[in-house]
Each structure stands twice: as C-alpha cells, then as structure tokens.
C-alpha cells in the first residue's frame, strides 16, 4: 500500500482545498494525517488511486512537494500494548518510523499503517512477515 505525502503551505483552507480537489475526481481518502512542520503543511494520506492522486494534488497552488511512499499495514489485536509489542520489535532493529497511523478499527482488531525510511522498507516488512 502506498501512502501520498503532501508538503504544502500552511494557510487557512490547505486541508479544504486537498480534500475538496481529491472528492472532485472521486478520488477517496482511506486515511489521513496532517500537522505542521517547519511552518509548512504536512499531510499524508492513504488512497487507492495514487496515480491520479497525484495528478490532482500536482494542479493544487501552494503545494511545495509530492512524495509517493510505501507503507505497511499490519492488522493487530485491539487490545493495550499490540502497537508497543510491534514498535519494539522495529526498534530493536534500529528501523526508524516517519509516520504511524490508524487506517481502520473494528472491535477485535485495529489496522495501523507505519512509514518506515524507505532504505530499511525491506527489512521492516520481514518483521512484519514474522510478526
């Protein structure tokens, strides 16, 4: 899966204008974050049309940066210290995350997406395969 890293200016109406430029194609956003940093924007969502994604989000004034990334998604009981057990387990492998974030959550289980660097992408998948 794939996750989209907007980079933009941060002004009244940025998330507005994203969200409302990715509706507009029928472009749904599965999950998303954003805050600020380095007084710039920064929003990264999930989508299962990332090609056009892009395209739309590349029209967008003040867009300062597009970034394409793979991500993981590791389905984990939903219960307290699941996200600890999995982190750990990066950690003691020097895998440093860029960005975690629940993507879906039901009852028994909780789906969490997490951003590795892209040079230690391969190894954090071999965890999760093990997980």
């Known amino acids: 899966m794939n996750e989209v890293?907007?980079?933009?200016?941060n002004?009244?109406?940025?998330?507005?204008?994203?969200?409302?430029?990715?509706?507009?194609?029928?472009?749904?956003?599965?999950?998303?974050?954003?805050?600020?940093?380095?007084?710039?924007a920064v929003?990264?969502?999930v989508t299962k049309d990332v090609t056009s994604?892009?395209?739309t989000?590349?029209?967008?004034?003040?867009?300062?940066?597009?970034i394409v990334s793979d991500i993981i998604v590791v389905e984990m009981t939903n219960r307290p210290g699941e996200l600890g057990k999995i982190t750990r387990k990066f950690a003691n492998k020097g895998i440093d995350l860029e960005?975690?974030?629940i993507i879906n959550k039901r009852s028994e289980t909780t789906d969490v997406?997490?951003?590795?660097?892209?040079?230690?992408?391969?190894?954090a998948l071999e965890i999760i395969k093990k997980h």
Not at 113 to 123: F, I, N, T, V
């Open 5 to 9: 890293t907007i980079i933009a200016e």
């Open 11 to 40: 002004s009244v109406g940025t998330l507005a204008t994203i969200a409302e430029a990715l509706g507009g194609v029928g472009i749904n956003i599965e999950a998303i974050s954003a805050y600020e940093s380095d007084k710039n």
């Open 43 to 45: 929003f990264r969502v």
């Open 53 to 55: 994604a892009r395209k």
């Open 57 to 66: 989000l590349e029209k967008i004034k003040g867009i300062k940066n597009i």
């Open 99 to 101: 960005s975690v974030y």
């Open 113 to 123: 997406a997490l951003k590795p660097r892209d040079e230690q992408y391969s190894k």
